[in-house]
């Protein structure tokens, strides 16, 4: 690889997407964010729109990685918690093509974040079992054993408490809903004893954009798990998006190109 190498990511939140290019040697963005609010409804067609805006104010030209906040196997979305149901059954990876002109990987959101993490950031070179959990409008999960990516977990899918865990414990309460940060972090170390529980991981990532808040309330997660606040931070999604979009070939060509 050369000392330099630029790519572009976009991450689409439940409140935002957002793009910008990535030094992917050194895992920094090169340029400032770009942020449109999520279309509401967030259905393919506005989200395709605005990714588009989103390239064409940035002047990109190359190919995108887009993370997105569902299930995607094989370029095709498989659920829609945090998103409109129409994404269900749509390849995204065509859709973007279509939307911009370029070449398009598409990936879990949370799956994109922990790739960045893992790569230049707290889970770097870390073996065994690691977990990244990013709370926002969700609960998102990132899994690696050995630093190999096991892909579309959906650990805030977990049911906890008699409701699906990203309802009882993501950042949305606090940053939406107007609960107190204390009765909060005492959920999600609730939730994280669950999860540890169940899996005994080696390490937790904690990412998503509360993470910034991470030292007012890393007392009350009282779990025995080593855990550490994901360093990117929420430039995570966009980085870990930009990796994924490497093996793209630099213009759109065929979908079956794409693939090879």
Not at 40 to 67: K, N, R, Y
Not at 182 to 211: C, K, M, Q
Request: charged share 20%; net charge negative.
């Amino acid at each position: 690889m050369n000392d330099s190498e630029t790519l572009f990511g976009i991450d689409v939140g439940g409140s935002g997407i957002k793009g910008a290019e990535v030094d992917v040697q050194r895992g920094e963005l090169v340029t400032e964010r770009y942020r449109i609010p999520t279309p509401q409804p967030a259905t393919p067609a506005a989200v395709a729109a605005t990714v588009h805006d989103i390239v064409e104010h940035c002047g990109w030209s190359g190919p995108l990685g887009i993370a997105i906040p569902t299930v995607v196997q094989n370029g095709i979305v498989a659920t829609a918690a945090n998103i409109d149901k129409g994404w269900i059954g749509t390849n995204a990876e065509e859709l973007f093509v279509a939307a911009t002109g370029h070449s398009a990987r598409v990936l879990n959101d949370a799956d994109a974040a922990g790739i960045a993490e893992m790569t230049y950031g707290a889970g770097s070179g870390v073996r065994g079992l690691v977990i990244m959990l990013t709370f926002g409008t969700g609960i998102g999960s990132a899994v690696f054993y050995d630093g190999i990516l096991v892909p579309n977990s959906e650990l805030g899918h977990l049911e906890f408490q008699g409701m699906v865990a990203e309802h009882y414990a993501a950042a949305r309460l606090v940053e939406r809903d107007d609960m107190e940060l204390s009765p909060w972090a005492d959920r999600v170390g609730a939730y994280l004893r669950h999860v540890e529980r169940v899996l005994t991981p080696d390490l937790f990532l904690f990412g998503g954009g509360i993470s910034k808040r991470f030292a007012e309330f890393a007392h009350q997660l009282d779990i025995r798990t080593p855990l550490e606040v994901a360093a990117l931070r929420n430039n995570a999604g966009i980085v870990g998006a930009a990796l994924a979009s490497r093996e793209l070939p630099p213009s759109v060509g065929s979908l079956t190109g794409m693939k090879e």
